[in-house]
């Protein structure tokens, strides 16, 4: 079974620039997840995804930050304009379900440094 | 407020040193508590998944055990390959949203 695939995996952009992700999940898992890690830290959750519709977006910074998920199957995750804060690692999962325990499995990440 | 803090931020043993990472999380209506391992430059690998207090689970060198206030990773006899970072996290709602702990790397020298 395929995992998770993200693309591009390293990505630097002068500030103010706008870069765009793309996860594309297991085949069959309904919910998809995008988290930031920041260097030293744990993954902490973007938004969340249950095929087309956000379930959890209490965590994107909406005014630079946008996310869509088309057909319930692929997603992409944009930034603009973007900050020197925004250097990280955007990391995309998917399950099968939400919650109740499900599993997460991650893509390998895309690394981003803001310049 | 739902909170995971991991102990040590950084542990360093000799191969075959047995040693355990601990958990200590704060959460209301716990469904599920994680580990994952990950390396340098990859995403999070799936470990386990512990349900409830007194729960324990096995693989290779390593044992997850859960209790209602911490979790605990023992590792037993690492080997050099062990060396990773180990991730913490829990589920405390239907919708599926991981809280996770900063993370312990462990370095496992030969």
């Known amino acids: 079974e395929a995992g998770v695939a993200q693309s591009p995996r390293y990505k630097i952009i002068e500030k103010r620039q706008s870069v765009a992700f793309w996860c594309n999940p297991i085949?069959?898992?309904?919910?998809l997840y995008w988290y930031q890690q920041i260097l030293g830290q744990g993954p902490k959750l973007l938004i969340q995804f249950q095929n087309n519709g956000v379930v959890d977006d209490s965590q994107l910074p909406k005014d630079r930050f946008s996310a869509e998920r088309l057909k319930g199957v692929d997603s992409t995750l944009k930034i603009q304009p973007a900050k020197l804060e925004d250097s990280a690692v955007y990391l995309c999962?998917?399950?099968?379900?939400?919650?109740?325990?499900?599993?997460?499995?991650f893509g390998p990440g895309t690394r981003l440094l803001v310049l | 407020e739902d909170q995971v803090t991991q102990s040590p931020e950084a542990l360093r043993l000799q191969e075959g040193e047995s040693s355990s990472l601990n958990c200590s999380y704060t959460v209301s209506g716990l469904r599920g508590l994680f580990w994952y391992r990950q390396d340098p430059g990859k995403g999070p690998e799936f470990l386990f998944t512990l349900y409830s207090a007194g729960e324990e689970k096995e693989k290779e060198r390593l044992k997850a055990t859960l209790t209602k206030k911490e979790s605990f990773l023992h590792i037993t006899a690492p080997k050099p390959e062990d060396s990773a970072t180990y991730l913490c996290?829990?589920?405390?709602?239907?919708?599926?949203?991981?809280?996770f702990g900063q993370g312990t790397t462990l370095q496992v020298k030969p």
């Open positions: 996290a829990v589920q405390a709602s239907n919708t599926g949203k991981l809280i």
């Open positions: 999962a998917s399950s099968r379900l939400a919650g109740g325990g499900e599993t997460q499995y």
């Open positions: 085949s069959g898992h309904a919910t």
